[in-house]
T-cell receptor
Framework: DTGVSQDPRHKITKRGQNVTFRCDPI?????LYWYRQTLGQGPEFLTY????????KSRLLSDRFSAERPKGSFSTLEIQRTEQGDSAMYLC??????????FGQGTRLTVV | DQQVKQNSPSLSVQEGRISILNCDYT??????FLWYKKYPAEGPTFLIS?????DKNEDGRFTVFLNKSAKHLSLHIVPSQPGDSAVYFC???????????FGTGTSLTVIP
C-alpha cells in the first residue's frame, strides 16, 4: 500500500499524559499537512511542512503541540499534557505539488 | 472565521437521480478548489478538483462547477449510487498551497 500511513489508528490516554503520532506520507511527496477533525466539523488545519521546513502553523496549535519532519520524509505530532478537549481525529495528508492532498486513515485520540 | 461554507448539513437523493452539493466561499484569493468524500472512521478521499481559471471539470460521474463571481462551487453526481452515501467536504486553497480550508460537510444519503 503506497498511501499515507498513520500510526497508531487509535489512542486512549489519560489527561495530562503526552502522546505522539506518526505519519508516513506518500513517497516523494514533499508537502505534508496535519489536520484535526471533531464530530460534525470539517478538518481544521494545524500545520504544514514543505520537505523538512515547517512553513505554516495554525494559531490553534498551542504550545502543547509540536510537529517535526526531521528528514523531509515521515512526520510526528506530539501533544503534551493532554486535555479532554484534545480528543479528536488527527489527520495527516501529503501532496507532491500544488493540487489535491491525499489523506491517511487518521489517528483517533480519546483523552479520559 | 469560516471562509468555506456548506450550508446544507444533509441531502437525500433517490438512486439514479442527480445529487447536487453546494459550497460557498468568502476569500476571492482562493485559486484552487477540491471536493473530498469521507466515510466514518476514515480519512477524507480526494474526489475532484478545479482551478480558478476554469468553470467546469468533469471526471466520470462527478462534475464540479465554479462560479467565481458568486464565489460558489457545486459538485454534481450523476447518476447517484448507494455507495455514494458519505459526507462530502469542499475545500479551497490559496496559490501558496500551504493550507486547505474546509467546509463543515454535507452528508449525502442515496436511497436505493
Amino acid at each position: 500500500d503506497t498511501g499515507v500511513s498513520q500510526d497508531p489508528r487509535h489512542k486512549i490516554t489519560k489527561r495530562g499524559q503526552n502522546v505522539t503520532f506518526r505519519c508516513d506520507p506518500i513517497s516523494e511527496h514533499n508537502r505534508l499537512y496535519w489536520y484535526r477533525q471533531t464530530l460534525g466539523q470539517g478538518p481544521e488545519f494545524l500545520t504544514y511542512f514543505q520537505n523538512e521546513a515547517q512553513l505554516e502553523k495554525s494559531r490553534l496549535l498551542s504550545d502543547r503541540f509540536s510537529a517535526e519532519r526531521p528528514k523531509g520524509s515521515f512526520s510526528t505530532l506530539e501533544i503534551q499534557r493532554t486535555e479532554q478537549g484534545d480528543s479528536a481525529m488527527y489527520l495527516c495528508a501529503s501532496s507532491p505539488t500544488r493540487g489535491g492532498a491525499f489523506f491517511g486513515q487518521g489517528t483517533r485520540l480519546t483523552v479520559v | 472565521d469560516q471562509q468555506v461554507k456548506q450550508n446544507s448539513p444533509s441531502l437525500s437523493v433517490q438512486e439514479g437521480r442527480i445529487s447536487i452539493l453546494n459550497c460557498d466561499y468568502t476569500n476571492s484569493m482562493f485559486d484552487y478548489f477540491l471536493w473530498y468524500k469521507k466515510y466514518p472512521a476514515e480519512g477524507p478521499t480526494f474526489l475532484i478538483s478545479i482551478s480558478s481559471i476554469k468553470d467546469k471539470n468533469e471526471d466520470g460521474r462527478f462534475t464540479v462547477f465554479l462560479n467565481k463571481s458568486a464565489k460558489h462551487l457545486s459538485l454534481h453526481i450523476v447518476p447517484s449510487q448507494p455507495g455514494d452515501s458519505a459526507v462530502y467536504f469542499c475545500a479551497a486553497t490559496l496559490n501558496t498551497g500551504n493550507q486547505f480550508y474546509f467546509g463543515t460537510g454535507t452528508s449525502l444519503t442515496v436511497i436505493p
